[in-house]
């Protein structure tokens, strides 16, 4: 396997011919946390799809771990690869138990019924999720959190090494936000998952992420660790954001302090 989970050299990915996003060359590194940041419109979901597989290239190469995204059998980069898109949806009689089997569709014969294979992998993205007392319960009746977290178990039942998650804390209150966080700081932790996350809030990013990808107007123009890329300086240019960054009093990572009332242009 590649130290890189995720290679791509000369991408150009847009739109009805379009160009969007021009990138000579971009890396994610394997076994870590990486964030995709920038402001609305920058590319970062459309990149995070073109990375997929799920949004054609209108040129250039992307490679999963050793393996080139063009020539990959789907089958096969479906076993390495788990994409959870911004706006899942689901039947709302669907059970949980059942959503996250969805997410064994690699490895099943759409016409036998699951292996013991595959009900020992549900069994385990249940328990990754803690979702294991919630498995005959419908989508319908659940919370937000934990449809999302429903939701990554269906993707953990892939058991792929790179989870791929657009904007996974969208419309979660503040506490499921850091619950879905921390449930993802630990699948990276203790079982080595490669995530790759577009989130917006960038003190969750300074604190939860190993690696930053700054997006402006379709190009990367930034990226490396929280501790080397947190900079006044670099938020303005990004965000359009006057801000101050200082030490987080509790945890070891940057800490972004908007300066109110003072907003570049």
């Not at 160009?19 to 076994?31: D, F, S």
């Not at 709302?92 to 294979?117: C, D, F, I, K, N």
């Not at 079982?191 to 577009?198: F, I, N, S, W, Y």
């Not at 930053?212 to 107007?217: A, E, G, N, S, V």
Request: net charge neutral; charged share 20%.
């Amino acid at each position: 396997m590649s130290k890189y989970a995720v290679r791509a050299t000369d991408i150009r990915v847009g739109y009805r011919g379009i160009p969007l996003i021009e990138e000579p060359r971009l890396t994610i590194p394997a076994g870590r946390i990486t964030v995709l940041l920038g402001a609305n419109g920058c590319g970062k979901s459309t990149l995070l799809k073109a990375m997929a597989g799920l949004h054609p290239l209108q040129d250039g190469r992307v490679w999963i771990g050793d393996d080139e995204l063009a020539t990959t059998p789907v089958r096969r980069l479906a076993r390495r690869l788990a994409f959870l898109p911004q706006h899942p949806s689901a039947p709302e009689a669907l059970t949980v138990a059942e959503l996250v089997m969805m997410g064994r569709y690699p490895y099943r014969h759409p016409l036998l019924p699951p292996s013991a294979q595959d009900r020992e992998a549900v069994t385990e993205a249940l328990a990754q999720t803690d979702l294991r007392e919630l498995g005959k319960r419908t989508l319908g009746t659940l919370s937000g959190g934990q449809r999302q977290r429903a939701w990554l178990a269906m993707v953990l039942a892939q058991q792929t090494d790179i989870l791929m998650l657009d904007e996974p804390t969208s419309y979660l209150d503040l506490s499921h936000q850091y619950d879905l966080l921390n449930l993802i700081q630990r699948l990276n932790r203790e079982h080595d998952k490669t995530l790759v996350l577009v989130l917006h809030d960038l003190n969750q990013a300074f604190e939860f992420a190993d690696h930053l990808i700054y997006m402006k107007q379709g190009r990367i123009r930034a990226q490396g660790t929280p501790a080397q890329t947190a900079s006044p300086e670099l938020i303005e240019e990004i965000f359009g954001l006057n801000c101050d960054i200082q030490p987080h009093p509790k945890v070891s990572c940057p800490l972004l302090i908007p300066l109110a009332g003072q907003y570049g242009q």
